[in-house]
């Protein structure tokens, strides 16, 4: 068999942010960036494609990140929804240690070395 497709989708607003989870990140998981909004078509276009598999929203924690999260709320309400302190506002520039503890809390496996750094 070839390399396992992820299981575990994780959908973020921008590329800094596909960036900085991927590098915390341990086992395969495919990053969708929404680069911040998402027409109804694309979103279900999208949720066609996710069905089968575990998705996770970790968005910033401010008025934009808000608004796509009730959008996924509303149109995909199976997905689990991930959320940083609202104090680092944004998940590009939350603390590793701190996106590595919200994403092990979603029984997503990450790179220890950033557990350590809290």
Known sequence: ???AIPEKVIIVEGTSDKRKVKAIVSEPVEIICTNGTISLTKLDE??????????????DADDAGEKLRKQFKREFPEAEHLYIDRMYR???????HH???????????????FLDRG
């Open 1 to 3: 068999m070839n390399e």
């Open 46 to 59: 999208l949720i066609e494609t996710l069905l089968d598999k575990d998705v996770f929203i970790l968005v």
């Open 90 to 96: 944004e998940v590009a520039t939350a603390p590793e």
């Open 99 to 113: 996106l590595a503890t919200v994403l092990l809390g979603a029984n997503i496996d990450v790179n220890m070395e």
